[in-house]
């Protein structure tokens, strides 16, 4: 099992640890509505060196990317990432990747529901990636994901006034202690979102800086089950959730991720035929009020006549007060504004609704 640098400091912080997909990580506090407030109000850093890391120089890799991945690499400026994704030959998603231009080679990061030896042997043993340059550098680096409605406050703090003009999706160098660190801004919340990617030489000294400049703005160290519900009600795609369940993009509602122009990707063909042959199923957004109580994955989602779907998702949102649920539907019932039917056709109302669900914070902050 792959165990984090920084392991320490965070169970340090309150942090408990557990195993997803042979990677100790950093799961959550004794309060995790703490951290989601934390996150919804002020900033939250998160470890997300479980990510697989990989480079790939720029002039070798890019035949090697658009082959394996659905995005187009091909169009990718210098200093921009692509959000797409891995699957297998049968087009079912394996990892959520983010590949950045970062000067004259690509760094990509994945989240993945594979352990790194599977993601690597699909990588570099069925597609012969070493043969375009890959390598792996899962081990040489550290991810700190600061989010939140103030982390443009702390990533000022640390990295200086320039990193204000970030914009979303893109990556960016700056010094830390002396050391090359990359910025990518991104995240999955809702809020401001900053990946860190730094040496392991400097990574306890990053924590310990972070740490000081989110707790000045009354914000809290989070583990990773937070970031669980923070995409829920973010309407952000989770494939350690909705996505290890569903599995097809299509019916995930992933299609921006593809370059449909290229489906010669792993599992385009596939695809392809799915998209010709009509999608027969879609995830929608749901809420269901608290009193009814806890709702699990795979209950029924029920109509007047009987069993329509099922819950895929679901957690309690600390910002509305209540559940909020993705179920995958038919096609044709998968859209907001319907009532249907929790576990029977007499079981508590459930509403299909459009999401995000409100508006975050970071939407309507001013910069300065």
Known sequence: MRELLLKNKFMANGISFKERYGISIPFTSDNIEHEYNSVRNAVGLSDFSFLQKYTIPEDKGIDFL?????????????????????????GNIIADCYIANNDEEFLILCESIVDDSQLDKILFEDNNGADFGLKNITNDLVVLSIDGSNAWKTAKEIFGVSILGLPY?????????????????????????YYVI????????????????IKQVEGAVCGLDVH?????????????????IVRNPLYLGLQWMIDLENMNFIGGQSLQNQREAGVGSKITGMTIEKEYGSVAIGDKICDENGEIGYIVSARHSYELDKTVALA?????????GLKFYLKTPDGPVVNTISMPPFTPKSLNMKLD
């Open 66 to 90: 658009n082959n394996v991945f659905a995005g187009n690499v091909e169009n990718l400026r210098f200093g921009r990432v692509l959000h797409t994704f891995l699957s297998d030959e049968n």
């Open 169 to 193: 999706l893109s990556i960016e160098e700056f010094q830390f202690d002396g050391e090359k660190i990359n910025v990518i801004r991104a995240g999955k919340t809702g809020e401001f979102g």
């Open 198 to 213: 730094a040496m392991n030489k400097v990574a306890e000294k990053l924590f310990d800086t972070a740490l000081e400049k």
């Open 228 to 244: 669980n519900i923070l995409r829920l009600d973010g309407r952000f795609f989770n494939i350690f959730s909705e996505g290890a």
């Open 328 to 336: 995958l539907l038919p096609f044709e019932k998968a859209y907001s």
